[in-house]
């Protein structure tokens, strides 16, 4: 059984940054796909970064392109989202979310395709 625990959340002046830390664990060998999502308030949930490495691929959604960064650490099996420049627009819930086994190359942006999900973290972008 996968399972994902985010951290790092918290409030933050417009302007700053912030580091997500996902932790997964049960994920065996074989591809898949990693990546945070966000809902605020009255809004659907969208894809904000995620990543294939298997398949080389990543997506950022364009109103965070240039300004957050994902990685991933292999070895300790860990998912980063580097947030810089934050602004009040990116007050939402951040969600680690997993697509596996075999994860579609299609569907790296669509939440549909995400199999696993932690349990959400806070983001508060407010002077």
């Known amino acids: 059984q996968v399972q994902l625990v985010e951290s790092g959340g918290g409030l933050v002046q417009p302007g700053g940054s912030l580091r997500l830390s996902c932790a997964a664990s049960?994920?065996?060998?074989?591809?898949?796909?990693i990546g945070w999502f966000r809902q605020a308030p009255g809004k659907e949930r969208e894809a904000v970064a995620c990543?294939?490495?298997?398949?080389?691929?990543?997506y950022y959604v364009d109103s965070v392109k240039g300004r957050f960064i994902i990685s991933t650490d292999n070895v300790k099996n860990m998912v980063f989202l580097q947030m810089n420049s934050l602004k009040p627009e990116d007050t939402a819930v951040y969600y680690c979310?997993?697509?596996?086994?075999?994860?579609?190359?299609?569907?790296?942006?669509?939440?549909?395709?995400?199999?696993?999900w932690g349990q959400g973290t806070q983001v508060t972008v407010s002077s």
């Open positions: 979310a997993v697509d596996f086994p075999h994860p579609n190359p299609l569907g790296l942006h669509v939440a549909a395709e995400y199999d696993y």
């Open positions: 990543i294939n490495e298997s398949e080389g691929a990543t």
């Open positions: 049960g994920i065996t060998s074989g591809a898949y796909a």
